[in-house]
């Protein structure tokens, strides 16, 4: 393998990779999959606020909010873990 392969294999290992993942999470959440693909890619330890941010709005599959309380909660979840209210499993968002 050449040094130049070597070099490029790295560079997509340390800044490709955590471009993707963080642009993947960001998908799930809501938020901006450019935005967060450039920041991560750019900064991978900006992956880590990614990780802890919550969803900005629902995202079928992953995020609904709650009927009553308007919380986010996972989208598996039968009842609200902030007041209890039930959620159908079909309950779609707005």
């Known amino acids: 393998m050449s040094d130049a ?3 490029v294999i790295v ?3 340390f800044f490709g990779v955590p471009g993707l993942v963080g642009a993947w999470i960001a998908s799930t959440k809501g938020r901006s999959m450019l935005f967060w693909l450039f920041l991560c890619g ?3 330890p900006t992956l ?3 990780i802890f941010q ?3 709005r629902e995202v079928a599959g992953h995020y609904r909010q709650c009927p009553a ?3 986010m909660q996972a989208w598996k979840l039968t009842e609200c873990k902030y007041c209890g209210a039930r959620m159908s499993p079909t309950q779609a968002g707005p």
Do not use: A, T
Request: aromatic content about 16%; overall charge neutral; charged content about 10%.
């Open 5 to 7: 392969l070597k070099q």
């Open 11 to 13: 560079l997509f290992v």
């Open 42 to 44: 750019f900064f991978p």
């Open 48 to 50: 880590m606020v990614i």
């Open 54 to 56: 919550g969803p900005l």
């Open 69 to 71: 309380c308007q919380e």
